[in-house]
T-cell receptor, first 114, second 109 residues
Framework: KAGVTQTPRYLIKTRGQQVTLSCSPI?????VSWYQQTPGQGLQFLFE???????NKGNFPGRFSGRQFSNSRSEMNVSTLELGDSALYLC?????????????FGSGTQLSVL | GQNIDQPTEMTATEGAIVQINCTYQ??????LFWYQQHAGEAPTFLSY????GLEEKGRFSSFLSRSKGYSYLLLKELQMKDSASYLC??????????FGTGTRLTVIP
């Protein structure tokens, strides 16, 4: 089975721009979660999508948004980029059952905002 | 609020045993995960504890005490390839995972 795939692997943007990141979950997984990872803060939960609906949301500003398609692929969008948005963005998939939270992570997208 | 604490860095010798501690304060606690993350790679699942006690899986063991809000990951017979960050994550009743900042373990010859 193919793992979680994230594209692109690296991105460089400038302040004020917007960016879209993509995540393809493991086949059969219906839940996709997004995390931001920075050296000082660790992994911080952004949001989770299940069956095309946002099921959980972390404490990030509205500039961070996401969506999920019918094939469970997910995209994350960040608008009006700020320097502090520079981070590794990780996507994780799971089967989606409420009792199952074992996450399978992708290798992430490293975003640098200049 | 949610709070998870683990040491930032640890160093241990090849062949030795190391214990990485994690303390947590979360509402609706419903389980504790450990993940391993090598530099530049995806985190990978190591263990999941929901009941008190020790779970052993080969060279790796994980312990949980719910009453103390405490967990540890025990790595035996350390190998150079065990140099990585180890992430502790608490699952809450809302079915979210809250991660600590990770412990970077360096194994030296």
């Amino acid at each position: 089975k193919a793992g979680v795939t994230q594209t692109p692997r690296y991105l460089i943007k400038t302040r004020g721009q917007q960016v879209t990141l993509s995540c393809s979950p493991i086949s059969g997984h219906r839940s996709v979660s997004w995390y931001q990872q920075t050296p000082g803060q660790g992994l911080q939960f952004l949001f989770e999508y299940f069956s095309e609906t946002q099921r959980n949301k972390g404490n990030f500003p509205g500039r961070f948004s996401g969506r999920q398609f019918s094939n469970s692929r997910s995209e994350m969008n960040v608008s009006t980029l700020e320097l502090g948005d520079s981070a590794l963005y990780l996507c994780a998939s799971s089967p989606g059952d409420r009792g199952e939270r074992k996450l399978f992570f992708g290798s992430g997208t490293q975003l640098s905002v200049l | 609020g949610q709070n998870i604490d683990q040491p930032t860095e640890m160093t241990a010798t090849e062949g030795a045993i190391v214990q990485i501690n994690c303390t947590y304060q979360t509402s609706g606690f419903n389980g504790l995960f450990w993940y391993q993350q090598h530099a530049g790679e995806a985190p990978t699942f190591l263990s999941y504890n929901v009941l008190d006690g020790l779970e052993e899986k080969g060279r790796f063991s994980s312990f949980l005490s719910r009453s103390k809000g405490y967990s540890y990951l025990l790595l035996k017979e350390l190998q150079m390839k065990d140099s990585a960050s180890y992430l502790c994550a608490a699952k809450t009743g809302a079915n979210n995972l809250f991660f600590g900042t990770g412990t970077r373990l360096t194994v030296i010859p």
